[in-house]
């Protein structure tokens, strides 16, 4: 008994002196989540060495940068965006990585999006791709990009979201919350004036002030200021001699200075090219420098990078002071708290129905209808027995291609194959014309006979009911896709041509464009029906088919206009230097004259207008009121209106409203977009709207101050449904 009781005094001796000897681990600051991003930042500079700081600012693969192995903090991995998550790369060089648990959903193309005009599609596109992303244990999703659709031969505008700063911006804001919330970084792109692919990689940008302010930046400084973006790309091009990527106006002065951005400045794949001004100017990960032939005399090519040994040498000499190091890890460093360190954050999901569902409502909203005469759509399938469906993009792949942003997709269904679900037998397709096979960087002919195609397609066309005409560009080079700007405004691979013959067999042909861009239509007065069907991703084919089939009462409202001819555009208006340069510098003539803004002013006739897309119903907006006559300059315009649907069929109608300042000591477009609201109605319901204008938005950048203007006086505020259709005026005071 007496041996028990001091075995147990002992047993308890020894818990209470180890207790107190042996002393807890502490928890070191940078790991402690409910401390403030900031003070761990901090902490875990504090515990690095040099070279730990210089090995976060460039990459280490093809995808990926550095973390701290030795203090626990995870590595960088990136991915493309923006239309879903890009399947796995090799580790040194541009190969597929043929995983196979890396397919994804893929959404549709940024132009879709921004036809959509509906910032609700925004949000729910953000939420899923980002979901993917973070299944996919990315930190950084590179995307998306709002660079301004300046002219239609740009390869890559179908990646961005238009013409008008303002429609970008509202557009961009909730894409990129809604990707954040799930502990992925977006990483708005190009920034900036990256607005053709020819040259892209010196092509030397010179615009004004004011129209870099009005037109071009817009879109990034919602990103940051109201998004509160996590990382951003530099441009490929320079802008004022100096590259984009290290930018000290762009980099240091605005985006870093002025809107106060806290996050990580990445290069796009290339873009840094010189290791003082990748330190001095602004950015803070160097990705994607040639690695071939830096291999000379060095293990690993990274370390060759301009942001890794060549600047830890400056560092170390101290012609680099060893805050600019600082300042760029913890912007890292705090990348990495907020994405792959938070452990929080959710898990992600990948090529799920759900998301499927969200690509495929997306696509059904952005889809818009540019003609249809006699009513020839929807399709009324009980009086339909011979549908001709001709097109190579009726069945062709277009979520492959493109450059970055071509997806290896769980699932593409093409719109032969949902026509084919619904309308059966009836169908009966050709191809029509044949553009040659998928290739990154050069155009491979087909070998197929135009002529034979083309007989074969206007044989079909002469016996059908109705033609569908499913053609457009694709995502080749020289089509839409990087790297490369379109050739021709005309539709290319002889499709103008085979348009004419199948109207002269048949009548009732509806012609579906797919493509990121605006094209020539010399065929237009002699089609009924047109409908603009975008890149829309794994569901394109189920969508296109629920606008032609009346199961989906189009909405969507183009983000840019259609000019008649390319000579009408500003950018073409001027001589060679405007567009597309003389190989070294470029000159944005045409100023804030960019999109509606030109034809407008300059009062050009479109084919198509801005903000214009029709509906299988009709909409009456009645006169607006404002909510007083005179505001102050910090007030918010309330304009208020009804919209009623007075058909017979459920549909939207995107209002919109541009202002026009009557009396300006400086040139101003005859009107700019500051509001619009996309408003859904069931037949014969009528709704009453009220539209936000902030008197701020309707500044001016003053070159002689350097700041955003509002002068004192009357702005006119004209409400309709497409630049080229004005309903109503109404004047306000500002002073
Ligand atoms: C593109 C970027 C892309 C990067 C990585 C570049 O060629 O311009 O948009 O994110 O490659 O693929």
Excluded at 125 to 133: N, P, Q, T
Aim: aromatic share 10%; charged share 20%.
């Amino acid at each position: 008994m007496q041996n028990r009781v001091s075995r147990i005094l002992l047993f308890s001796l020894v818990i209470f002196l180890a207790g107190n000897t042996i002393a807890q681990p502490v928890k070191p600051i940078y790991l402690d989540e409910t401390r403030p991003i900031e003070e761990r930042v901090k902490n875990a500079l504090s515990l690095m060495t040099l070279e730990e700081k210089v090995a976060l600012c460039h990459a280490q693969s093809k995808f990926s940068s550095r973390g701290v192995a030795r203090l626990g903090i995870p590595e960088v991995w990136m991915s493309d965006g923006p239309h879903g998550v890009r399947e796995e790369i090799l580790w040194d060089n541009w190969g597929e990585a043929k995983w196979t648990n890396d397919s994804c959903t893929a959404f549709p193309a940024l132009t879709c999006l921004a036809a959509t005009w509906n910032p609700d599609m925004s949000a729910i596109y953000g939420k899923a791709v980002g979901e993917e992303a973070r299944y996919r244990n990315k930190a950084v999703l590179l995307g998306p990009g709002v660079n301004i659709y300046r002219t239609p031969m740009n390869g890559r505008n179908f990646e961005y979201m238009g013409e008008d700063p303002y429609l970008a911006s509202r557009m961009v804001v909730p894409y990129i919350q809604e990707v954040q919330k799930n502990g992925v970084a977006a990483c708005v792109k190009h920034f900036a004036l990256n607005n053709q692919e020819n040259w892209r990689g010196h092509i030397d940008v010179q615009v004004s002030d004011r129209a870099l302010r009005e037109i071009y930046l817009p879109a990034f400084k919602a990103a940051v200021t109201e998004a509160k973006v996590w990382s951003i790309m530099g441009s490929y091009n320079q802008f004022r001699g100096e590259h984009c990527c290290h930018n000290d106006l762009l980099l240091n002065k605005i985006l870093k200075g002025e809107w106060k951005f806290d996050g990580t400045v990445i290069t796009d794949w290339g873009g840094a090219h010189d290791t003082k001004q990748a330190a001095l100017n602004g950015l803070d990960i160097e990705m994607g420098t040639g690695t071939d032939g830096m291999t000379r005399s060095l293990t690993n090519a990274y370390d060759n990078y301009y942001l890794a040994l060549p600047f830890l040498d400056e560092l170390k000499k101290g012609t680099i002071p060893v805050s600019v190091v600082d300042e760029k890890a913890s912007r890292v460093l705090r990348l990495i708290f907020r994405t792959v360190m938070n452990s929080k954050r959710p898990y992600g999901s990948l090529a799920t129905p759900e998301h499927a569902q969200v690509a495929r409502k997306i696509a059904e909203d952005g889809i818009v209808l540019l003609k249809n005469d006699g009513n020839l759509l929807p399709f009324d399938a009980s009086k339909l027995k011979n549908i001709a469906v001709i097109g190579e993009n009726a069945t062709r792949k277009l979520t492959v291609g493109g450059g970055s942003s071509n997806l290896k997709a769980r699932n593409e269904v093409s719109p032969l194959q949902a026509l084919c679900a619904k309308y059966g037998s009836k169908i009966s397709y050709s191809m029509g014309y044949a553009s040659g096979p998928p290739a990154y960087g050069r155009v491979i002919p087909s070998k197929l006979n135009a002529d034979s195609l083309r007989s074969a397609a206007v044989k079909i066309a002469g016996a059908a009911d109705v033609v569908l005409f499913i053609g457009g560009l694709n995502k080749n080079h020289r089509q839409d896709c990087e790297g490369g700007d379109r050739q021709s405004y005309n539709l290319p691979f002889g499709q103008d041509k085979l348009i004419s013959e199948i109207q002269k067999v048949n009548k009732n042909v509806v012609v579906v464009l797919v493509s990121g861009n605006a094209v020539a239509m010399p065929w237009v007065d002699k089609v009924p029906a047109i409908v603009q069907a975008w890149y829309l991703g794994s569901e394109a084919g189920n969508a296109l088919t629920s606008v032609l089939s009346g199961e989906v009462n189009p909405s969507g409202k183009l983000p840019f206009t259609f000019p008649k001819q390319l000579s009408d555009c500003g950018a073409h208006s001027f001589d060679k230097l405007c567009f597309p340069g003389d190989s070294v510098h470029e000159i944005y003539k045409e100023d804030i004259l960019v999109g509606y803004r030109w034809y407008d002013t300059k009062t050009i006739p479109v084919q198509f207008p801005f903000g214009y897309g029709l509906s299988y119903t009709t909409f009456e907006i009645s006169k607006p009121t404002t909510d007083k006559p005179v505001y102050s300059r910090a007030e918010t315009v309330k304009m208020s209106f009804t919209v009623k649907n007075t058909g017979n069929v459920a549909g939207a109608e995107v209002a919109q409203i541009y202002v026009t300042q009557s009396k300006c000591p400086v040139m101003r477009p005859v009107k700019e977009l500051k509001g619009f609201k996309k408003v859904f109605l069931k037949a014969g319901e009528t709704k009453t709207v009220t539209i936000p204008i902030k008197v701020q938005d309707m500044a001016y950048w003053d070159e002689k101050t350097n700041n955003w203007k509002v002068d004192s006086g009357e702005f006119i505020l004209n409400l309709g449904t497409s630049a080229g259709d004005v309903k109503y005026m109404g004047a306000v005071q500002v002073k």
